[in-house]
């Protein structure tokens, strides 16, 4: 018999390497989100249901204790150390047990309103203090409802919204793995480290629908959930984690994008007064800012480094700290996928066409033309050509400072760190006939959707 158990015991333990625990994973029956955005460590919180009842967390199971009633709502307070509701003035219940959790659930089966805002299953209130937080507690497939049509607009394309779909309940369980929030009580947050949560208020018919539609089904690279990161819109291409992060990841790849519908393009103008601000803001030493420069790119383009030259030195940045140099003089970069020219003036800059090893063609952005199948010239800011195997995207780059003038002028495509997938861009692949499983195939390199 021992030697039986000795044998189940090292089978057990041979499945457990082979497949870790974030292999198995799946979405929990609750999950417990932070309500940080509107209601955290707040003097007290305003409950807009007339009919609640109270209760507890009993293992995951909300046990009740007592019904309320009160015309016009709640009000939720710290007394003495304990949670508290009030009706007006009137202390009506107090949670004497609040290691057991201080919660509450709309008595009909409705969603409990808080402020403006109203979230489905149940609200926790965890004080600190003399001030409470409250908590969503709710099914992991509910919470989605409400993060999807935040996260995406509910007019994207079904299949784009199923890629989302699939992407945030990935990230959800990568981040609930992380246990980041342990200390606070609860498994996520409702705003951009976890992901942006509004509860039932902002759900939407087509989102609610990608979610269903895709119930439970994750990404997976060598078994485990992966960071399924995503973002606004790339411009032409997304990055490699580490050009943004600290950490290289085998499923976060650079690759193209030339589907995305639609994509983000912007442009920003700096004084040299607002650069030597930035400068000194972030520690340089350069004296004032007499030029700029873009000293190193990704394979893709996108400005990997950038030189800030002063009358008393040189100041260099790397990576997405590029984005947020610029956030005293105006706010952060809408991206790193950009390329300078002077302030006001006509210049134009030096392009290659690359292949993300080397540069094919290369040549001032006026010697290249945007044209029809007739050969007629067109107006377009992302031209490709095309080999006959491979299409490639002219890229602008800085070979020189840019100095003299009033300052410069960067031109810029795409929206957010460009790792991952892009949204835009899985709209665009999904209007032109990819389902959701294909989408996140091309975004997330070498993975498995299931």
């Keep these: 018999m021992k030697k039986l158990l000795f044998i189940f015991l090292l089978i057990l333990a041979l499945a457990a390497l082979a497949f870790p625990a974030t292999a198995l994973a799946s979405t929990p029956a609750t999950i417990r989100i932070g309500l940080t955005r509107d209601f955290s460590n707040r003097e007290s919180i305003n409950i807009g249901n007339t009919n609640i009842t109270a209760g507890h967390n009993n293992n995951g199971i909300f046990s009740p204790v007592s019904t309320l009633h009160s015309p016009s709502g709640f009000t939720v307070r710290v007394t003495g150390g304990q949670v508290a509701l009030f009706s007006g003035s ?69 299949e784009a919204l199923k890629a989302q779909a699939v992407a945030s309940r990935t990230f959800m369980v990568y981040r609930m793995n992380e246990g980041s929030h342990s200390h606070n009580g609860f498994d996520l947050c409702d705003n951009t480290h976890c992901q942006s949560y509004r509860g039932a208020s902002r759900e939407h018919a087509s989102t609610t629908q990608a979610v269903n539609d895709t119930r439970g089904t994750m990404i997976y690279h060598n078994n485990a959930v992966i960071l399924a990161v995503y973002f606004a819109s790339s411009g032409g291409s997304t990055d490699n984690s580490e050009n943004v992060w600290v950490q290289a990841r085998p499923y976060l ?91 006001g003036t006509s210049s134009t800059p030096t392009v290659w066409v690359t292949d993300g090893r080397s540069a094919a063609v290369s040549g001032i952005l006026d010697s290249f033309a945007w044209r029809n199948g007739a050969a007629t010239p067109m107006a377009g800011n992302n ?13 602008a780059g800085q070979s020189a400072p840019v100095t003299g003038g009033t300052g410069v002028t960067l031109v810029g495509r795409g929206w957010g760190h460009g790792v991952g997938m892009s949204q835009r861009g899985a709209h665009g692949m999904a209007l032109a006939g990819h389902n959701y499983r294909a989408i996140l195939l091309h975004y997330y390199t070498g993975v498995e959707v299931r």
Excluded at 119 to 126: K, L, N
Excluded at 147 to 155: G, N, R
Excluded at 310 to 325: P, Y
Excluded at 384 to 394: A, E, I, K, N, P
């Design 253 to 343: 790849r650079a690759v193209r994008d030339i589907a995305e519908h639609d994509p983000v393009e912007w442009t920003r103008t700096f004084t040299w007064a607002q650069l030597t601000t930035a400068s000194n803001t972030a520690g340089a030493n350069i004296g004032t800012a007499t030029g700029l420069s873009v000293t190193r790119t990704s394979p893709y383009g996108r400005a990997q480094e950038i030189t800030v030259q002063g009358t008393g030195g040189e100041w260099r940045v790397t990576g997405e700290a590029i984005r947020n140099f610029f956030a005293p003089v105006g706010g952060a970069l809408m991206s790193r996928n950009f390329h300078i020219a002077g302030a």
């Design 383 to 395: 031209m490709y050509v095309f080999d006959g195997t491979t299409l490639r995207r002219v890229d």
């Design 90 to 158: 009137q202390q009506v219940f107090t949670f004497t047990d609040t290691s057991r959790g201080a919660q509450i659930i709309d008595t009909n089966g409705g969603n409990i309103t808080l402020g403006s805002y109203a979230y489905r299953g149940a609200i926790e209130f965890r004080p600190s203090g003399g001030r409470v937080t409250a908590i969503n507690v709710l099914c992991p497939e509910l919470y989605l409802f409400g993060v999807l049509p935040i996260e995406m607009s509910h007019s994207f394309h079904i």
